[in-house]
């Protein structure tokens, strides 16, 4: 849909020229991020399985289907932050074996998988902020045992240091789902507390402690 005042849209999906396999295909989830580099955002599809399709822009209204995501099957969340904080945006992907992948962006389109933690189970939600407060981005993890993890870069790109920072319930996390995280570094003075805020997972009426059920959130402190 083309924006073409406040509050009025229109359908261009015509003049995208892509093919009747993506204009009809089924997909889950679509994330903007300029996967090329080029300045123009580009949209990444979620998909039950099968190789994750990213719509290139073209610059013109046009899009161009293309792969940079290879050696992979199905798209169930995705995080496009440094996290390895090299001076560029990198992928973070759940694949449909709940496996957290993970992609060091080598600028022009051009993506190098590097092994996620093993350590990690299931992966059900990612999410993205600098929860240890060093200056670099941090993934967050959800994993299906209810745990979500700290996932940072450690030693420039070479290895992974994983904490746990709370837990919110097995239940939640029978399926994919999403999560945010803000950061609220100002709110108390009391470590570097975080507000989380979900659709589908987790459950926060299970956060064993400092929850606020009612409002469908929590908040935990993560003092490294
Ligand atoms: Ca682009
Ligand atoms: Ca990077
Ligand atoms: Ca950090």
């Known amino acids: 849909m083309k924006q073409e005042s406040a509050n009025k849209f229109t359908d261009v999906t015509a003049q995208t020229k892509l093919p009747a396999s993506i204009l009809k295909g089924s997909f889950t989830a679509a994330w903007a991020a300029d ?35 290879a050696g992979i099957s199905g798209l169930h969340g995705f995080v496009w932050a440094d996290i390895d904080g090299d001076g560029d945006p990198d992928a973070a992907l759940i694949d449909d074996q709940g496996k957290l992948r993970f992609f060091a962006n080598e600028r022009s389109g051009q993506f190098k998988e590097r092994p996620a933690p093993p350590t990690l189970p299931s992966v059900r939600a990612i999410s ?43 239940r ?45 959130r929590s908040e935990t402190s993560s003092r490294h």
């Open 35 to 69: 996967i090329d580099a080029d300045g123009d955002l580009d949209v990444v599809l979620g998909e039950e399985q099968g190789l994750p399709t990213v719509l290139r822009n073209n610059g013109d209204g046009s899009f161009a289907e293309i792969h940079p995501f």
């Open 128 to 170: 993205v902020t600098d929860v240890n407060n060093d200056g670099v981005l941090d993934l967050l993890v959800l994993g299906a045992d209810g745990i979500i993890v700290r996932v940072s870069d450690k030693s420039e790109g070479q290895t992974w240091e994983t904490v746990d920072l709370v837990k919110v319930g097995k």
């Open 172 to 216: 939640a996390t029978d399926r994919f789902g999403k999560f945010v995280c803000v950061s609220r570094t100002s709110i108390t003075t009391e470590g570097n507390d975080l507000l989380l805020t979900s659709t589908g997972v987790p459950a926060m009426d299970e956060v064993p402690e400092r929850a606020n059920p009612s409002a469908g």
